[in-house]
């Protein structure tokens, strides 16, 4: 993904809506290209620090992969604020209790392979840091101009939930009440949940030429129910979306305090 002024703003108001300061230390789960990263390492200052982990390798994304994308920004002035690991399985490591002060997990949550391993993973940071910081777009519309996104993350999961592929972008895409049930069932205390402006930014537009190549790879000649309902959708999804300019869903962020032991959820 290329870097914009404006994406780059959306980022850095996450941050500042969760309240990440200098000196902080950060694991951020899911870092793609490192936007999110870049914002995480500027608010931190010199004397804080962002280890940035993706499960995808150095040579996923395209036309810049996450590979080429990091190592700018691990080259560039804020390279000493920031340790980036790719190919990296969160489940398969661990790290000290406490040894960060917060996790982040920034528009990656919906490429999960499904919602029990994001269960397993907000299970599994809770130990390494005490604070849960996350964001994610919004599946509840509010503009009519909003649904050729929505159409293209739903039919983007619904290929994966038939068994026509293994995703390429979305793969679990969740509503906000479910990973409120899931935050809480993890041990997670949240906070107030805050809407964040996404006026202008491109994701949309990524997401429909992502859902429609992924369809014309996956879909090919098959008759099962699933297949034909995919294609009426994608059919819709054609009809409504424009060749550019799409608005993107709404998003929201929170904040998850790590429950004391022994204290259960309601």
Do not use: K
């Amino acid at each position: 993904m290329a870097r914009t002024g404006l994406v780059n703003e959306f980022r850095r108001s996450l941050v500042t809506g969760w309240g990440i300061g200098a000196g902080a230390s950060v694991l951020e789960i899911g870092c793609g290209q490192g936007e999110m990263t870049a914002a995480l390492a500027e608010a931190v200052g010199p004397r804080g620090r962002v280890v940035a982990v993706d499960s995808a390798g150095p040579d996923y994304g395209s036309p810049t992969t996450i590979g080429e994308a990091t190592a700018d920004l691990s080259a560039g002035p804020l390279g000493t604020r920031v340790d980036v690991r790719l190919s990296f399985d969160v489940l398969a490591n661990d790290f000290p209790d406490d040894e960060f002060d917060h996790v982040v997990l920034a528009h990656s949550s919906w490429y999960f392979a499904s919602l029990d391993q994001l269960r397993a993973t907000l299970d599994a940071v809770r130990s390494w840091a005490p604070v849960l910081c996350f964001a994610e777009w919004d599946l509840r519309p509010g503009d009519a101009r909003q649904l050729p996104h929505l159409l293209a993350v739903l039919i983007q999961g619904q290929l994966v939930a038939s068994g026509l592929t293994d995703g390429w972008n979305v793969r679990t895409p969740f509503s906000r009440e479910a990973l409120l049930r899931l935050a809480a069932a993890t041990g997670w205390e949240v906070d107030e949940v805050r809407a964040v402006d996404t006026a202008g930014l491109p994701d949309a537009d990524w997401e429909i030429r992502a859902c429609l190549d992924l369809a014309s790879r996956s879909l090919g000649e098959r008759t099962e129910p699933a297949h034909d309902l995919l294609v009426s959708q994608l059919d819709v999804l054609r009809s409504v979306a424009a060749a550019s300019g799409n608005r993107p869903l709404p998003a929201y962020q929170l904040v998850g305090r790590r429950r004391s032991v022994g204290v259960s959820p309601g």
